[in-house]
């Protein structure tokens, strides 16, 4: 299934004008296309939007392409953003050079703006079927939306907390981004980009899940169930259930039969 990817915010960096406007021209269709000159300009923006992808140039003033992908490879807050990098460096040592520093692909100046744009369709694609797959199957874990240990340790005390937490019906993104030592603007980015869920969506999500967990066990009638996960009555829970699953519980109970 293709993604919709018209709204995902691509940022490019570069510190050539012409560079930065052909490619704004060229991606704007598709993407809300972010841009900076540099990369601690890149980073600046980083921390005020959400940001799905970045396309770096290597060779910049201030903080170069390299620093910039180490930074964002080894940020808790952004180690999940896909990195691109552009250079017109072609040697074998500078092209291992950027996929050291984690780079998910490297394009050689002067590239293809059709490469480019396979490359960036490809790898948006690829992460958001992963975020598809963890909301819409009732048995997918939280860490399959991980693409760096950093990210895998985020998911896992975020989930840890809301389970810990999930009978309190008033738990929210304020509880989770204290939980989490995070301002609630910084954690509202991060799960928002990690996983194309808000805070709110993700705490319903892992209480529906938690709720199959329970419901194959066959130890608990599906009211109790309700209640240990932290819906107010049977019927919240079938409906969260059923637009989050596409069936209801009692569906999904037959079917594991």
């Known amino acids: 299934m293709e993604t919709n990817l018209e709204k995902a915010a691509v940022l490019i960096v570069d510190d050539n004008e012409e560079i930065l406007d052909f490619l704004r021209d060229d ?42 992908c180490e930074k964002i490879k ?17 040697s074998l ?14 394009i050689e100046k002067p590239f293809s703006p059709e490469h480019l744009a396979a ?23 939280i860490k399959s939306m991980a693409h760096s240990k950093m990210d895998e340790e985020f998911l896992e005390k975020m989930n840890d907390f809301i389970i810990e ?25 991060k799960v928002k980009s990690i996983s194309a869920l808000s805070p709110n ?10 709720a199959v967990e329970l419901m194959n066990t066959r130890l608990f009638p599906l009211s109790e169930i309700a209640e240990r996960v932290g819906y107010q009555s049977l019927t919240q829970l079938g409906r969260n259930f059923q637009k989050q699953f596409r069936v209801t519980p009692s569906e999904y109970l037959n079917m594991q039969k």
Do not use: C, W
């Open 27 to 68: 991606l704007g269709e598709l993407y809300e296309v972010l841009t900076a000159a540099n990369g601690s300009e890149a980073i600046s923006v980083l921390h005020e939007h959400v940001v799905q992808l970045v396309i770096s140039d290597v060779m910049m003033p201030e903080m170069d392409g390299i620093e910039l």
């Open 74 to 90: 080894s940020s808790f807050e952004f180690s999940h953003i896909p990195v691109i990098l552009l250079t017109a460096k072609n």
């Open 93 to 106: 040592q500078a092209k291992i050079e950027g996929l050291n520093t984690g780079a998910d692909a490297y």
């Open 119 to 141: 490359q960036v369709l490809s790898l948006l694609n690829n992460r958001n079927k992963i975020k598809e797959y963890f909301a819409q199957s009732p048995l997918a874990h």
């Open 165 to 189: 937490h999930m009978a309190d019906t008033t738990l929210d993104v304020d509880h989770l981004a204290v939980a989490m030592n995070m301002s609630r603007s910084t954690f509202y980015r």
């Open 201 to 210: 969506e993700m705490i319903n999500i892992s209480r529906l899940k938690k």
